[in-house]
């Protein structure tokens, strides 16, 4: 039996059962437990959606870029903690026609300021300490909110959100991209409509090799602050993109629920080679999460998931995106494969023309509605303007968001258990259950489409300056 971080464990340290929340230094007013269930929750419709962007380093100056292409959205806060970062975003939307934003640069606690306003979105890129509490006190102070990834980094702090968006009926989205790609909402219609059959297994990853990036050898996170993220800590520091994709696949917290999980790390040996080839003794450190860390994770139903995380290792780029069912699989990385059981040998991949019919019939409407627009705006080959879309769309149009709290809660919720697993070498430990049993009855996400009429782009033969949506 696994150790249990039941919401039982969670309430007896909760600050929200005394009345006030502190978690993250992020203190307002009592909170009475909320009851409701945040899962298909539809907030009422937002005409004109008023944007505060927090955080604009690499991330958040791109988010700017996106979503300023949406006209009935307004971005009303700029706020990073360098002043240079929020006049160049603040800037684009001025050399583009559009309202300046107010700017916010005074410090890490300017989102408060920015909350007390009339905000309908806090749209959050910081680095990863703040991402709760700035998602907190949003929604207290009246605001949907999405961060980013990961929606926060204890057990403690998800079951705040979790608390907290039941509370004040506001959304918490996890800007969880990599659902919005285009082969994994193919593979998602696929696996809807049962083309792999019952399935049994799925592998995601986060196999990325930032270490020059997150060292500062090459482009910079502020203050290396992601480095010290490594430090000191072994585990699946960075779960969601591989296992996002894969959750919805399964309809986890949908009819379905991560029960139980393990984990185990390598030893370090990449980030202290890195410093070697690149003459940075400055960067040793003895502390180092180990290179690899590999999670397994059981569901109710009886799945098994693969879980690894690498940003170290010399290796390319891969979030495996591996699924298994009785009739067949799919994997995304290294190659775009499948493999039916009708047109199976024991060793080959379907040819090139079954791929295409496949892909071409299990086309998701989003990316045929969308997918063109995206993948011009940009942002990660569009997978990132189709969910800012989305998010939006639904903002707008008063339906219920694609990913919510739960989702955003069990889906990091892999990085505190993994660190607590590996440091117990590999015990297993229960994934709480966030929805409080609510996953039996929620309904699994459906094959979600946009109507581009009710959301309106600028038009690029109108609007002025170099806003263009080409
Ligand atoms: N979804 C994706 O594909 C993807 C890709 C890259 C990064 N990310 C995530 O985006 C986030 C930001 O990453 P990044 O690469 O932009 O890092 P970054 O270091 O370039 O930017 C972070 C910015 O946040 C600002 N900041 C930190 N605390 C703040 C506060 N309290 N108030 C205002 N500003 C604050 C910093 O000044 C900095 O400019 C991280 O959570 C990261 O995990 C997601």
């Known amino acids: ?18 009345g006030a929340s502190t978690v993250g230094g992020c203190t307002s007013g009592p909170l009475t437990l909320g009851k409701s269930n945040m899962c298909g929750f539809a907030a009422p419709k937002i005409d004109k959606i008023r944007v505060a962007i927090i955080g604009l380093g690499n991330r958040g100056s791109a988010a700017v870029q996106r979503l300023m292409k949406i006209a009935d959205l307004e971005i009303v806060a700029l706020s990073d903690l360098r002043e240079a970062q929020v006049k160049k975003s603040n800037q684009l939307l001025i050399d583009a026609g559009l309202k300046p934003a107010k700017e916010f640069h005074a ?57 907290t968006s039941e509370a004040t009926k506001k959304h918490c989205m996890m800007l969880e991209n990599t659902c919005y790609d285009f082969f994994e909402l193919n593979s998602l219609n ?43 800590v072994h585990g699946s520091l960075y779960p969601t993109h591989g296992l996002g994709p894969v959750a919805q696949c399964m309809n ?53 998931i693969m879980v690894q995380h690498d940003v170290s290792t010399p290796r390319p780029y891969s979030r495996i995106h591996m699924l298994q069912g009785s009739r067949g699989m799919l994997r995304k990385y290294p190659r775009e494969e499948y493999a039916l059981i009708s047109d199976h040998d024991g060793h080959g991949w379907l040819d ?18 969308m997918g063109d627009i995206a993948q011009k705006v940009g942002g990660h080959g569009g997978m990132d303007f189709m969910m800012d879309y989305r998010l939006i769309y639904c903002l707008k149009n008063g339906l219920a968001l ?69």
């Open 107 to 163: 410090g890490p606690d300017d989102y408060k300021k920015i909350c007390e306003m009339d905000i309908d979105l806090v749209y959050c890129c910081t680095s990863w300490e703040y991402h709760t509490p700035i998602a907190v006190y949003a929604m207290k102070h009246g605001s949907h909110t999405a961060t980013e990834l990961p929606a926060g980094k204890t057990i403690d702090e998800l079951w705040e959100l979790v608390e």
């Open 190 to 232: 696929m696996v809807r409509h049962g083309v792999f059959g019952e399935i049994t297994h799925a592998e995601g990853a986060y196999i990325h090799t930032i270490v020059k990036y997150i060292s500062g050898e090459t482009e910079s996170y502020y203050k290396n602050w992601r480095l010290d993220e490594n430090t000191g």
């Open 252 to 304: 986890i917290n949908r009819g379905n629920q991560f029960d139980y999980m393990v984990s185990m790390s390598s030893q370090e040996a990449a980030f202290s080679e890195f410093t070697r080839q690149h003459k940075r003794p400055d960067l040793l450190r003895e502390n180092y999460r180990g290179d690899m860390n590999t999670s397994i994770i059981k569901t109710t139903l009886g799945q098994t």
């Open 352 to 369: 090139e023309e079954a791929k295409n019919a496949l892909e071409e019939k299990y086309k998701h409407p989003l990316i045929k509605t």
């Open 1 to 18: 039996m696994g150790l249990n971080f039941s919401r039982r464990n969670f309430l007896k340290t909760s600050a929200l059962v005394a």
């Open 402 to 470: 694609d990913q919510d709290v739960y989702d955003a809660a069990s889906w990091s919720s892999i990085i505190p258990l993994s660190i607590d697993s590996v440091a117990k070498r590999s015990a297993s430990l229960d994934v709480p259950d966030f929805t409080r049993g609510n996953w039996k009855t929620n309904k699994p996400l459906g094959i979600v489409d946009v109507n581009p009429k009710k959301l309106r782009l600028h038009d690029t033969t109108q609007a002025k300056g170099q806003l263009n949506v080409h």
